[in-house]
């Protein structure tokens, strides 16, 4: 057993935790979030972009 095994079960709790706290956010202030909707699918495309590899081709050589 190594001393990094305890960061991938922290990194869950924690992700799972930011999730549901998001949530309820987004469930109370729901007219409040829609607003902010375009901009969150614009911020995530770059995120998107650069987590699939950016321009680079698959399969071509």
């Known amino acids: 057993m190594t001393k990094y095994d ?4 922290a990194l869950l709790a924690a ?3 930011a999730l549901i ?3 309820y ?3 109370e202030h729901r007219g409040h979030a829609a607003g902010y909707l375009p901009y969150l699918i614009l911020a ?9 590899g950016g ?6 050589s």
């Open 44 to 52: 995530v495309c770059p995120l998107l972009h650069l987590f699939h």
């Open 21 to 23: 706290l998001m949530f």
């Open 6 to 9: 305890w960061k991938r079960p």
């Open 25 to 27: 956010l987004v469930r």
């Open 55 to 60: 321009h680079r081709r698959g399969g071509d």
């Open 15 to 17: 992700g799972s935790a």
